[in-house]
């Protein structure tokens, strides 16, 4: 039974991941105010974080642990983005720039962090046996 709960979040977590990303997409089409837009777009991305941390907390405990190095490598992705990679944006945001780059840059990298978590939740569900 908690195998079973376990993939179900796992699917909850994935899709959730990806429907991020429309979803923070969307909110900069509709609101007027980037501002806000990125504040909301900022509290979603933290809100997986949190999923993601839980979901690899979760797992550390199960059976089989192991062999969820995929999702450990997301979860550590989405930390990554959120609590190192984030301040330095809002820094950049701030001040011009951080190390050199600009906050296009950084926002980048945060992008690219995001995507490769993704990926390695992908890569997560396509190797999970739903039998």
Known sequence: MIRSFFRVLLVLWAGSLWATIWVATLVFHVLNDR????????????IETYIGVGVAALALVLPGRTRFVWGYLAAALLALSQWVLAPVMDAAHRHGAVAGLPFGAWH????????????????????????
């Open 35 to 46: 501002h806000q837009a990125g504040v909301i777009a900022g509290r979603l991305f933290a």
């Open 108 to 131: 980048g990298v945060a992008a690219a962090v995001y995507g490769l978590a993704c990926l390695a939740m992908l890569r997560v569900i396509w190797n999970e046996d739903f039998r």
